[in-house]
Each structure stands twice: as structure tokens, then as C-alpha cells.
């Protein structure tokens, strides 16, 4: 269990981890500052329209969740290419064993990318709510989030929207840990640990736009993520994308880890 | 040193969360309810006006072809349904009110917990007869709205059982929204 903890410190006290939440954080203030430049008045508006996952005003939105898969693999994601083209490893596999070390990565890098990705939707909220009240979204204004009977959690949204809120921000977090494990499984072939951290980022991106659909159900991953939901998505296909993404880098990395010569 | 600047940063760091949280609490005491709803039946006053809710039905294209004697009908898919709604005109006033003014002051659209969509005036042109130019001071005239419920805007086990969902028709949105909620017929 030893190795655990040390990989989980290793994650989460290094600098790259602190510049990634920072990144997040300061989209989300940005935001939130052109919001109340915008909105001096603060009844004209709602938590849930200034939340940056369902404030869609400003680009910042897009920003975020454009840029959500090198925020969650900055932190520790790289680390899998660097310990093992420095001879790291070598060190830690004398005194663990292969799997062990393997799994304390992949736990602490799945951890430090979830967390990265929930601190700045977090504190963004924790802002937004000390500045506007926690209305009810009004359906026939049109001015909020259009999620409507045919999207995830309407009712959610509808009644208790910081509820809504912070499922979404669970469902990311999970999707940033996600993402780290996919950027360990393109460590295996990748030049550099710039290009480790750059693998699931093009993917991401580069899916986004291919699997985007016609509006009725969507297997674009940026699409499902979004709490903004502008295309629909059916709840079958998130699952089926968390549970694909989840599973075929844990094999990958598996199948590769498990013959590999580390010592 | 460092140990101490460490400790007087978290001190530092938990009062501003203390007097955020105080900050949220105080936003949202001072943020009062801005929906009023009315059940079924029952009367709204509308500053002049006084409306009221006859009768509301969920059509199919062919029912509300058949029912208000309609050639044609703005859907997006065949399988679209159609929410109507009969509401009471009443005009309390001592002032005779022209029936644009009445329209516009009185409808907003249909709403339910999830879903929401605006009221159409065109659609019902042909159905509401006004045999006035304007609501004299003590008339009253029944006006049907419609929308239409789209099936690519539920989902599906919503769109099945359309008819456990709560309607309501939203006569005004500001300052405080009014919804009434309606007693649709099977």
C-alpha cells in the first residue's frame, strides 16, 4: 500500500499539478468577472446561468471543455513517459512489484486528473454563488441552459440546479481521471512527454468534431461532457463512452505493462 | 517561518471561505420566489383582465384538424402532438381593451417541469372568432392557444405517458411568473 501513497504524493505536490488547477481556476474567474462586469445587477441573474459549465455567453465555456483534457493530464499524466525514459521506475519496481507500481500510477494519475478538472468547476461555483441567487431556471425566457425533457437530468436541472451543477462536475472529474489513464496508454508509443500529454487532447478534439451527429444523439465525448448539453445526448451512449474509455486503456495498459522488461 | 506563513495562509484562506459561505447565505435569503402558480379552475386577476382556464387538451394533427376544422397544421414530424388551451377573457376594467393588447398581456406559453415552449397566436387565427373590435368593459370571450409538443423534445418514456405529465399555461413572466396549471382531457 506504500506505493500508493507515494505515487499519490508524487501527483499531487508538483507544480504542474498547482499550474493546472490555476489554469482552470482562472478561465472560471474570467468568466465570472465578465459576468458581473456584464450583470452589475444581481438579481437579473441566476447561479445557473453564470456557472461556467452552463454559462453560455461567454466562450469560456468552450474554452474550458475545449482545453479539459490538458488540464486533466498536466498534472501527473505525463509522468508514466518520464519515469520510464529516465530509468525512474527501475527504482521503484526493486522495491514493489510490476502490477503494484502500475496500478498506484493509474490510480494516482486517474485521481490527480479528476481532481484538477473538479477544483476550477468547484471554486467557480463556490464564487458564483456568493454573487447571484440560486433561482429556478425559467423555461419560456429563454435565457438560461436549454435542458429540456429530451436531455440528462431535466429535472435535476429544473428543480435543483447546483444539484445538476455538481453531478456534471462529478461526471467530468470521472472523465478527467479517464483521460489521465488514456494518456498513460499513449505514453507507449509516444516521442516525448509533451506528445503523452497532447495524445488524448488531440483525441478528444479530433472525435469532438468527427462524432458531433445530427442533434439526436451524439458519441462526441465533448459534446457529452458539456453541462450545456447543445446536443442531445442519450444517456446509453454516455455510459457506453465511460465505460469504453475506462476499459481499453486499463486493458492496454495491462497488455503492455505485463511483459514489459522495467528492471 | 515557513511554518508560520503556511498556518497564517490557511488562516487567511478559511476566513475568506467563512465569509463567502456568509456571503451565499445572505444572496440567497434576500432572493424571494418569483413564480406564483394557480390550480386548476381557478381565477387570475391580471390587472384589468380576469382569466380563466375552460378546458385544455393534448391533440394529435388529425384530432385538432377534426376538432377546430383545420386544413393544415405546423408540425415538425406527423407524430407531433398539440397542447390547447381554452382560457376566459374577462375584462374587469372600465376601459375597452383592443384584443392585440389582451393577447399580448395574457399569454406567454405552456410550460411543464421540463419543458417549456411559447405559445403560437397565428396558429389559433382561424379558430378564436372575434366578433368585436375590442373586450368592452364587463365582456368576456374564450380564446383557444396552442403549441405544439414536439416528440424530439421528450424523451421517451416521457412522450408515453404525456398524459401523467403536469401542464401549465404562463399568462405573464414578469415581475413574478403566473403559471395555471391545467386540467388536460384525455
Redesign the interface.
Known amino acids: 500500500m506504500k506505493i500508493y501513497g507515494f505515487e499519490m504524493g508524487r501527483a499531487f505536490r508538483n507544480a504542474w499539478f498547482v499550474a493546472s488547477v490555476a489554469m482552470g481556476t482562472a478561465i472560471g474567474i474570467a468568466d465570472c468577472m465578465l459576468c458581473v462586469r456584464q450583470y452589475r445587477n444581481?438579481?437579473e441573474k441566476a447561479l445557473i446561468q453564470t456557472w461556467l459549465g452552463t454559462d453560455y455567453q461567454f466562450a469560456y465555456n468552450s474554452l474550458f471543455y475545449v482545453l479539459l483534457p490538458l488540464i486533466a493530464c498536466l498534472p501527473y499524466a505525463g509522468s508514466c513517459f518520464t519515469d520510464m525514459k529516465s530509468g525512474y521506475e527501475r527504482n521503484i519496481c526493486v522495491k514493489t512489484s510490476r502490477l503494484s507500481y502500475m496500478a498506484a500510477k493509474a490510480v494516482s494519475v486517474a485521481a490527480s486528473g479528476a481532481a484538477s478538472v473538479a477544483i476550477p468547476l468547484l471554486v467557480n461555483l463556490?464564487?458564483c454563488?456568493?454573487?447571484?441567487?440560486?433561482?429556478?431556471p425559467?423555461?419560456?425566457?429563454f435565457l438560461y441552459a436549454g435542458i429540456?425533457?429530451?436531455d440528462m437530468f431535466?429535472?435535476l436541472?429544473?428543480?435543483h440546479p447546483v444539484g445538476y451543477c455538481l453531478v456534471f462536475t462529478l461526471l467530468d472529474a470521472v472523465f478527467g481521471g479517464l483521460l489521465g489513464l488514456v494518456a498513460m496508454c499513449v505514453a507507449r508509443w509516444s516521442g516525448s512527454r509533451f506528445s503523452t500529454i497532447m495524445g488524448p487532447f488531440a483525441l478528444y478534439v479530433f472525435t469532438g468534431v468527427i462524432f458531433e451527429g445530427d442533434g439526436?444523439g451524439t458519441w462526441s465525448a465533448m459534446d457529452m461532457v458539456n453541462p450545456l448539453q447543445n446536443v442531445?445526448v442519450y444517456r446509453y451512449q454516455m455510459v457506453t463512452m465511460y465505460v469504453g474509455v475506462c476499459i481499453i486503456p486499463l486493458l492496454l495498459i495491462y497488455m503492455w505493462h505485463r511483459r514489459r522488461d522495467i528492471l | 517561518m515557513k511554518k508560520w506563513c503556511i498556518a497564517m495562509g490557511c488562516v487567511l484562506c478559511l476566513c475568506a471561505v467563512i465569509f463567502?459561505c456568509g456571503?451565499?447565505y445572505s444572496?440567497?435569503a434576500?432572493?424571494t420566489s418569483?413564480?406564483v402558480t394557480y390550480d386548476v379552475g381557478e381565477t387570475v386577476d391580471l390587472e384589468g383582465i380576469e382569466i380563466k382556464c375552460v378546458e385544455a387538451h393534448i391533440f394529435s394533427v388529425d384530432e385538432y384538424k377534426k376538432n377546430f376544422n383545420v386544413g393544415s397544421v405546423d408540425v415538425l414530424y406527423p407524430n407531433d402532438k398539440l397542447l390547447c388551451a381554452c382560457i376566459n377573457v374577462k375584462n374587469t376594467g372600465d376601459t375597452a381593451l383592443g384584443w392585440s393588447d389582451v393577447i399580448d398581456g395574457m399569454c406567454?406559453?405552456f410550460?411543464?417541469?421540463?419543458?417549456?415552449s411559447?405559445a403560437d397566436p397565428f396558429a389559433t387565427q382561424s379558430v378564436n372568432v372575434f366578433t368585436s373590435d375590442d373586450l368592452a368593459p364587463g365582456a368576456d370571450q374564450d380564446i383557444w392557444f396552442t403549441t405544439m409538443l414536439s416528440n424530439?423534445?421528450?424523451?421517451r418514456h416521457?412522450w408515453e405517458h404525456l398524459d401523467e405529465e403536469e401542464f401549465y399555461f404562463?399568462p405573464v413572466?414578469e415581475p413574478v411568473?403566473i403559471q395555471m396549471k391545467l386540467d388536460v382531457q384525455k
Not at chain 1, 425559467?138 to 425566457?141: A, E, F, G, R, V
Not at chain 2, 410550460?111 to 417549456?116: H, L
Request: proline share 4%; charged share 15%; glycine share 8%.
Open positions: 444581481i438579481g463556490f464564487v454563488a456568493g454573487l447571484y441567487p440560486n433561482k429556478l425559467d423555461k419560456l425566457s429540456i425533457d429530451c431535466p429535472r436541472f429544473a428543480l439526436t442531445v | 463567502w456571503r451565499i444572496v440567497n434576500a432572493h418569483e413564480m406567454q406559453g410550460q411543464s417541469v421540463t419543458w417549456g411559447a424530439i423534445a421528450f424523451s416521457t404562463v413572466l411568473q
